[in-house]
Every structure is written in C-alpha cells, then in structure tokens.
C-alpha cells in the first residue's frame, strides 16, 4: 500500500518561460507523441509528479518536459504557461478522486453504509494517492489562489456534496442520524482524520513511539474513522 509522502501571446508566452527559468533555446526531446491526446496525458502526469515533489516555486516547466519526454514548446501550446498547467494539474487531480467516488453509488446504498463507505475510500483514496494530498499541501500554502480560479472543481464539489446530503437526509428520515446535519462538516470529519494522520505520521509515530504505517495500524485507523464519523451524526 502507497503511503503519502511530505508533503497565444508570444510576449506572455516568453515572460512566463523566463519566470520559469526557461530560455528559448532547447535540446531536441527524446520522444514526441505524435497523438495530441497522449502527450496531453504524459505532459499532464509529468507535471503532477514535478509539482508533487517541488511543490508550485520549486517545479519547473523543462524539468516536467523532460519527464513527459517532450519539449518546452509543445508544453506551452498545451497549457500555455505554469501557472495554467499547475490549474489543469489541480483540477485533474480533484476530477480523479470524485470520479472514483462515483463508483460508491451513495444514491442506492443505506444511510450507514454509504457513510461506512465513504469514510473507507476516502480514507483509502489518501492512502494510495500521495499526489493528492501533497497538491493540498502546496495549494494551501498559496491560499488557494489557484483553486479559485476553477468553476470547474466547484461544480464536482457540489454534485457530491449533493449526494451525501441525500444520505443524511435519508438517515434522517429513517431514525437514525440527528436532523438537519450538515454534509461539508461530516467530509470534513472524514478527510480532517485521515489526512491529519498521514500528513503527521512520522512526528507523530516517533513521539508515541508506535509505527503508525504499520498495516495493522492503517487498517484500526480506518476503521477508527468509520467509528467517528457514525457517532458524530447518530441520534
């Protein structure tokens, strides 16, 4: 199991490049898709790593077109800039684990499953996708700047944040959760226990002196989760 780790104007087009430390001049790349979609793909998985590991100062667009095999200009007329590019980073990286999430089905499942569930995946989802939470770490140092740039992200968050309202009022309905609870606060619970706990993981594993990535320990956690997450919102 993967544990998360530490967190067209010329003009603009060549200010952007010099910010990034970029010149004009380039060596050759070693390999060029010639299927527009695919480098897309590569540029856009290149770009998540190199960002993952240097964070949004740190990245830089040659070293994200040497790793997607490319050059610097097909970077450009991809996304146009860093800035666009780590956006497009972001949103792809929030599309990912709401697209996954679908697969829950909260609609058609009973009021503690779906909560049981989602707490588990996104749990689980944490734990498999460093990339995430490391993007969360640099997007929140820069407060979010980027991210309100998207009307894209704010659409997936509403279209899920709707489903689980519809779990909660169904528990409602049935007698088991306590009335008018609010869904952001109880996704809040799940991430805040996940995230806190992989993010702090070392500090926190040498303090108590206990392996807190121990398999046996992840599982606990999870279900630790789980256990939270109910009680918070049972009658």
């Not at 898709?33 to 040659?62: W, Y």
Request: charge should be neutral; glycine fraction near 6%; charged fraction near 25%.
């Amino acid at each position: 199991m993967t544990i998360a780790k530490d967190f067209s104007n010329d003009g603009a087009a060549m200010a952007a490049r010099e910010a990034d430390g970029d010149s004009e001049t380039e060596a050759a790349p070693k390999k060029v898709s010639r299927n527009p979609k695919r480098t897309h793909a590569q540029i856009l998985e290149a770009a998540t790593a190199e960002f993952m590991a240097h964070g949004f100062g740190g990245a830089r667009i040659d070293a994200i077109a040497a790793r997607a095999m490319t050059n610097k200009r097909m970077l450009y007329h991809y996304f146009g800039d860093k800035e666009a590019l780590y956006l497009a980073v972001l949103e792809a990286t929030y599309a990912s684990i709401r697209t996954a999430e679908k697969s829950l089905d909260l609609t058609h499942r009973e009021p503690e499953e779906g909560i049981r569930e989602l707490a588990l995946f996104t749990w689980h989802y944490f734990l498999k996708h460093p990339e995430f939470l490391s993007l969360l770490g640099t997007e929140n140092l820069l407060q979010a700047q980027y991210l309100k740039r998207s009307q894209r992200i704010a659409e997936m968050h509403s279209h899920f944040i709707g489903e689980l309202s519809d779990v909660l009022k169904r528990g409602e309905a049935a007698g088991l959760f306590r009335p008018g609870i609010d869904p952001v606060s109880v996704y809040l619970t799940i991430a805040a226990l996940g995230f806190f706990y992989l993010s702090n993981r070392h500090t926190l594993s040498t303090i108590f002196g206990r392996e807190l990535t121990a398999p046996a320990a992840i599982k606990a956690w999870g279900e630790h989760i789980v256990a939270v997450t109910l009680l918070s919102i049972k009658r």
